[in-house]
């Protein structure tokens, strides 16, 4: 099982960058898949969900209006297209799957299968 993340880089704020999380090894189509970041000093937290089920979405109050999460099950890749950054999105950002959301909190990691290594995003304002 892997998930590989990658587009991350240096943007400048209020600038665009799209990430991708590759999956593979598992049903990629019978997971949700998250977005989580962790920035220095911080907390991982959540940032944005694809659930299995076509359509749901989940996101952050923080990203809300400035991220759009997508999936292509084809390609078995979830992206991640983040606009308007500002010097607070500066994170590692990881992608995470979970076989179900079903009385879960799709933000609490504690309950996500696999998880990818992170690729780094870092804002400049």
């Known amino acids: 099982v892997q998930l590989v993340e990658s587009g991350g880089a240096l943007a400048q704020s209020g600038g665009s960058l799209t990430l991708s999380c590759v999956g593979s090894?598992?049903?990629?189509?019978?997971?949700?898949i998250s977005w989580f970041r962790q920035a220095p000093g911080k907390e991982r937290e959540g940032v944005s969900c694809s659930s299995s089920t076509p359509g749901r979405k989940h996101y952050a109050d923080s990203v809300k209006g400035r991220f759009t999460i997508s999936r292509d099950n084809a390609k078995n890749t979830v992206y991640l297209q983040m606009t308007s950054l500002k010097s607070e999105d500066t994170a590692v950002y990881y992608c995470a799957a979970i076989r179900s959301l079903w009385g879960v909190n799709w933000t609490n990691e504690i309950w996500y299968d696999y998880w990818g290594r992170g690729t780094q995003v870092t804002v400049s304002s």
């Open positions: 090894g598992f049903p990629f189509d019978s997971y949700a």
